[in-house]
């Protein structure tokens, strides 16, 4: 069963759906399956193994881009851990960029909806008039 897949188990085992898959292979970030005689891919025990590594690092955070990266390093002559671990320490600190930018953004919403009893003619809505400022 597992010595060759169609796509539709494939991507179920995978826990991900069949565009998906389809969406990965156009981004080479699988390889060109092979085709049965009647012409359906067929996928191998190490692609699924490719794909559910795909699909943690995603859910690590790690754009696809990052991913591709990630995968030339395990195939890579002479890659080490190091380098692994600097972009796994890069990701944390785009993580940790993020979560900043979000808290300046909920600060900043925080503050117009104090401002704001909800209530009176929309045109003079402190979070509108606020918002159409230059610098919120």
Do not use: H
Not at 26 to 34: F, G, I, V
Request: proline share 5%.
């Amino acid at each position: 069963m597992l010595n060759s897949l169609k796509i539709g188990e494939f991507a179920r085992l995978a826990g991900v759906n069949v565009q998906t898959v389809r969406y990965y292979e156009r981004q080479r970030l699988l390889p060109k399956p092979l085709r049965s005689p009647a012409g359906y891919r067929v996928f191998s025990p190490d692609s699924l193994d490719r794909l559910q590594f795909i699909r943690r690092a995603k859910r690590a955070g790690f754009s696809l881009i990052e991913i591709r990266k990630l995968l030339s390093l395990r195939t890579t002559p002479g890659a080490t851990r190091a380098e692994v671990r600097t972009r796994a320490e890069a990701k944390v600190a785009d993580i940790d960029a993020k979560i900043n930018n979000l808290k300046a953004m909920r600060s900043t919403l925080q503050k117009l909806i104090a401002g704001c009893q909800g209530s009176g003619p929309l045109k003079e809505c402190p979070i509108l008039e606020s918002l159409n400022e230059e610098d919120v």
